[in-house]
């Protein structure tokens, strides 16, 4: 698998210690368009793997959404989609690029400002991901997290399983992909081994790891240094 750095390397964010982003981070980091996570075209992962997590038009929750085309693609495939996002940059963005009309409205008691499309079944709530809970958002049949979980800081990998537990039907299924190297390098986005998964989000769901490969010269990997990462993809399933 993948090589070590030499010297130092920083982040994709330009940092070079693995602080907690936190909202202002994030949002500062959206108006600079300094966005190398986002990707142009629907997730290859998702497309092939969608069968083994989606019941036919149900609710599926997109954690960290950014502006992610997975959004509208799984819309178009009939499902009812929810995402969290702390940018409104992001947000709007996302509903111009795919010329889809919304509506804003204010949470009447938590801290959220919902984005909803009008004529498509895409939900935004921007707002902290790590407050949010199935009282505000209803519980869901399903989850895609690509760049999410492996983006959250390890030392809330935690709470962030704690969420997701709240969030999830009892028979609700689970799309994850992350990344995984060994370097110096630190994130976001983190390296993701199976046993984090297990620590994390293990407490509440079984994971099957469905795919691994790798991948190389990648301009992440590139600005980072490293010179191949693994894409891990798993399935989980309620305990
Ligand atoms: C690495 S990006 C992944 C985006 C998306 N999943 C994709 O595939 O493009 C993480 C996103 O989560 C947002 N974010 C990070 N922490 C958050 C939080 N606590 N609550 C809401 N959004 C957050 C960031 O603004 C960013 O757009």
Redesign the pocket.
């Known amino acids: 698998m993948a090589c070590y750095a030499e010297g130092e390397v920083t982040n994709i964010y330009g940092n070079q210690e693995s602080a907690v982003?936190g909202?202002e981070e994030?949002?500062s980091?959206?108006e600079k368009r300094q966005?190398g996570?986002?990707?142009p075209t629907v997730?290859m992962d998702l497309v092939e793997h969608k069968e083994k997590f989606l019941k036919p038009n149900c609710r599926v929750f997109?954690?960290?959404?950014?502006?992610?085309v997975?959004i509208d693609f799984l819309a178009d495939e009939g499902h009812d989609v929810v995402g969290?996002?702390?940018?409104e940059t992001?947000i709007k963005d996302f509903f111009h690029e795919h010329s889809i009309k919304y509506e804003r409205s204010q949470h009447p008691t938590a801290p959220y400002e919902i984005f909803k499309g009008t004529d498509k079944k895409i939900t935004i709530y921007k707002?902290?991901?790590?407050e949010i809970n199935s009282t505000i958002l209803g519980k869901f049949d399903a989850v895609w997290?690509?760049?999410?979980f492996?983006?959250?800081h390890p030392s809330l990998q935690l709470k962030y399983a704690d969420v997701m537990n709240n969030l999830v039907n009892s028979d609700g299924k689970y799309l994850l992909s992350t990344f995984q190297w060994e370097s110096s390098f630190s994130g976001?986005?983190f390296s993701i081994s199976q046993d984090d998964i297990e620590a994390a989000l293990g407490r509440y769901f079984n994971s099957v790891l469905l795919e691994t490969y790798e991948v190389r010269g990648t301009a992440l990997l590139k600005r980072t240094g490293v010179q191949s990462q693994l894409i891990n993809v798993s399935l989980l399933t309620r305990k």
Do not use: N, Q, Y
């Open positions: 982003m909202e994030w949002t980091r959206w966005i996570f986002h990707r997730d997109i954690p960290l959404c950014g502006k992610a997975d969290t996002e702390f940018s992001a707002g902290d991901f790590f997290d690509r760049a999410s492996g983006s959250v976001p986005p």
